[in-house]
């Protein structure tokens, strides 16, 4: 606050000084003072109509004020005359996301990453935000930037190695980003995440940041069957609960039942269908061999029963799940009995509040639960 008057004070005195006018407005910026910045910064281009440095302070100061058209002219001046500092592009980006204007966002972060600036353990965190960027304004107009923007990133941590060990993390989560959001890859940028892959796990990395990793690679396994025109929907359905959902629980536990007895009602088709999933997609054909095993058998019906008394237990909690809904019929027949084969065995009783279909999904997954496992 006292350098701002100090700042308005000298300006007052020294009017024909453009140094205090420039102070002035970023003083003014900074102390939230936006619709006196907007004024002054106006004042300061109309002097010096190519100053890239004013030009950004005039964009600055009209974002701050939600200006957003004028913000986004004036950002594109002091693009082109020469502004290249990386938190006016991170800057620009945002607002370029926020006014659609996503092919450009695209372009000034691109051009940010394939800079020849070094990159530091100071600065690497402004990269990782540029690579994060342009898988999310990509993924907004399904575009084909991924495999650049991998093969700019690659090339910044090849050069300096030691930037990767504290950064596999986020960089895993962008690239889980990147493959579950969007619609779909080309070989060509499977093959260079699975290179990115590579580089991340050669760390000694952390079980949590393993587990990330894992994920990444297991996502794409599921971004390929999920575009498979040869397999039915509940094997599709099933790859995202078997290789997707966290182990040990209890949503899993119930979507597990839920997929394997409508498993058992389309035994047919399943079993037509497994050998695509035995020879292509062997991770998941392991996840579900047992039951694959005993689905093989003719008489399933004591496996039906053992998995609807878990199922219809914890149905109450969960809502309705792909089974009640495909075949509303046996909702009828099962609900109204529940069988307990055992002393120890007792109806379940909820203590949680129970989960919405808008509500954030519980697997952690960041959609919605009627998008997610409420499927």
């Given at each position: 606050m006292m350098y701002k008057k100090a700042c308005e004070e000298a300006y007052r005195?020294?009017?024909?000084?453009?140094?205090?006018?420039?102070?002035?407005?970023?003083?003014?910026?900074?102390s939230g003072n936006t619709g006196k910045a907007v004024r002054?910064?106006?004042?300061?281009?109309?002097?010096?109509?190519?100053?890239?440095?004013f030009w950004r302070e005039l964009a600055i100061s009209y974002s701050e004020r939600g200006y957003t058209k004028k913000a986004f002219g004036a950002f594109e001046k002091a693009y082109s005359l020469g502004c290249r500092e990386n938190d006016f592009?991170?800057?620009?980006a945002v607002l370029c996301n926020d006014?659609?204007?996503?092919?450009?966002?695209i372009r000034i972060l691109s051009e940010m990453l394939g800079s020849d600036q070094k990159w530091t353990a100071g600065n690497f965190e402004?990269?990782?935000e540029a690579f994060a960027g342009i898988v999310n304004l990509n993924i907004k107009v399904q575009g084909s930037y991924f495999a650049e923007a991998i093969d700019k990133m690659l090339a910044i941590l090849k050069s300096n190695p030691i930037l990767v060990n504290d950064s596999v993390r986020e960089l895993s989560m962008v690239l889980f980003m990147m493959i579950s959001?969007?619609?779909?890859?080309?070989?060509?940028?499977?093959?260079?995440?699975?290179?990115?892959?590579?580089?991340?796990?050669?760390?000694k990395n952390p079980p949590e940041v393993k587990e990330a990793i894992d994920q990444c690679r297991k996502e794409l396994v599921l971004g390929k069957l999920r575009k498979d025109e040869r397999l039915c929907e509940t094997l599709k359905i099933g790859a995202d609960v078997f290789l997707s959902m966290e182990e040990e629980d209890r949503l899993r536990r119930y979507a597990i039942a839920d997929i394997k007895l409508c498993m058992l009602k389309e035994k047919k088709e399943i079993l037509s269908q497994i050998d695509i999933i035995e020879?292509?997609?062997?991770?998941?054909?392991?996840?579900?061999?047992?039951?694959?095993?005993?689905l093989r058998k003719d008489d399933v019906e004591y496996l039906k029963s053992?998995?609807?008394?878990?199922?219809?237990?914890?149905?109450?909690?969960?809502?309705?799940?792909?089974?009640?809904?495909?075949y509303p019929e046996e909702k009828v027949r099962s609900m109204g009995t529940l069988l307990y084969d055992g002393d120890n065995d007792t109806p379940y009783v909820r203590t949680n509040k129970k989960i919405g279909r808008n509500d954030p999904c519980p697997c952690g997954s960041g959609k919605k639960y009627k998008q997610c496992c409420g499927r």
């Open positions: 005195y020294f009017p024909d000084e453009t140094v205090f006018l420039y102070m002035m407005v970023q003083a003014q910026g900074r002054n910064a106006e004042l300061l281009v109309k002097r010096e109509t190519d100053n890239k440095w592009i991170l800057m620009y006014y659609g204007e996503y092919e450009t966002g402004e990269a990782l959001l969007s619609e779909g890859l080309s070989e060509k940028e499977k093959n260079k995440i699975n290179e990115f892959l590579l580089l991340l796990d050669s760390k020879k292509e997609y062997p991770e998941y054909y392991k996840a579900i061999e047992d039951f694959i095993q005993k053992r998995l609807l008394k878990d199922y219809v237990r914890m149905n109450e909690e969960f809502e309705d799940g792909i089974y009640f809904k495909k």
